[in-house]
């Protein structure tokens, strides 16, 4: 850990307290309560997009992974992560281990009512997305391209995209509002490009 120049110290002291206070039993317990809420979002979300890796029995373990390979050419996931901001969640992991899927780890923690709300999140993107393939919304100009939707561009004086801002920003009656501070950035660039911005 000392060798890693952005490695943080305190992850082996958090994870080997996490499984002290739980001990054997409580390890299990929250174990089988992942694996369930996994497989409850697997189940929900199957009829509308491909889950990968399910057992011979068609469940998932702790984790799902939701493939959007069939939708790369006209929509892409890291745009679907970003539009999930809309809809008040933190993107899940993006493109790992598989390219054009997101990994979804709803772990023990997450209440029934916060899975529900993320289920209906991405059906709701689901219907984007078939409006997208089926040439309803435009390729390049829709919900999903245009993701996160900034405060600043839901207030500004000007509106000239092609849908309503309810549906920018506000796209369910329940959405739990994060507002992003900053738009579209290049991926890429900021993967490879490490920048620290430190308040004055």
């Known amino acids: ?21 739980l001990g054997g039993e409580g390890l299990t317990e929250v174990t089988k309560h992942a694996i369930l809420n996994a497989n409850y979002l697997r189940a929900r979300l199957q009829k509308y997009y491909k889950i990968l890796y399910t057992n011979k029995n068609g469940m998932c373990g702790h984790e799902m ?3 959007f390979n069939e939708f790369s050419l006209k929509v892409g996931v890291g745009d679907i992560a970003k539009r999930l901001m809309d809809y008040g969640f933190h993107a899940p992991t993006v493109a790992f281990p598989v390219h054009n899927t997101l990994m979804v780890e709803p772990t023990e923690s997450e209440p029934l009512s916060e899975m529900d709300r993320f289920c209906d999140a991405m059906i709701a993107i689901r219907q ?19 993701a996160p939707h900034t405060m600043q561009v839901v207030c500004a004086d000007e509106w000239n995209l092609p849908y309503s801002r309810q549906k920018a920003a506000f796209p ?22 490490l920048q620290a911005v430190w308040a004055e």
Do not use: F
């Open 172 to 193: 369910q009656p329940h959405c739990e509002k994060y507002w992003p501070t900053i738009s579209k950035i290049d991926d890429a660039y900021g993967d490879r490009n």
């Open 128 to 146: 984007e997305i078939d409006d997208i393939m089926t040439g309803k919304s435009d390729e390049h100009n829709n919900p999903i391209a245009n």
């Open 65 to 67: 992974i939701v493939d």
């Open 1 to 21: 850990m000392a060798a890693a120049p952005y490695g943080s110290a305190y992850l082996l002291p958090i994870t080997y307290g996490y499984l002290l206070m």
